[in-house]
């Protein structure tokens, strides 16, 4: 079964920018959808991102400009750059595919000042 870690979260003052790695493992996920999601305190979870497994994308509203999902299949990761950071992206961001019924443990972005 496919595993998910994800990396890079952190502390970044408003405006600023990060970058969220998803690594997979013990199955190839290049054919597969792959979900960025996020979770802020007393919300409830939200798709920021989904990339295809043809490297196709949609994004949430709210990050539209500011986030790009890419994918490097031969590195079975899938990545999100968040630029022009905004408190309100405050969150728990994890990734997962549900055609593979699995999911990351998520990493942590807080945007403040």
């Known amino acids: 079964q496919v595993q998910f870690v994800e990396s890079g979260g952190g502390l970044v003052q408003p405006g600023g920018s990060l970058r969220l790695s998803c690594a997979a493992s013990?199955?190839?996920?290049?054919?597969?959808?792959v979900g960025w999601y996020r979770q802020a305190p007393g919300k409830q979870r939200e798709p920021v991102a989904i990339?295809?497994?043809?490297?196709?994308?949609n994004y949430l509203d709210s990050v539209k400009g500011r986030f790009t999902a890419s994918r490097d299949n031969a590195k079975n990761t899938v990545y999100l750059q968040m630029n022009v950071l905004k408190p309100e992206d405050t969150a728990l961001y994890y990734c997962?595919?549900?055609?593979?019924?699995?999911w990351g443990q998520g990493t942590q972005v807080t945007v403040s000042s």
């Open positions: 997962g595919a549900s055609s593979l019924n699995s």
């Open positions: 013990g199955s190839n996920i290049s054919t597969s959808a």
């Open positions: 990339i295809s497994g043809g490297g196709a994308t």
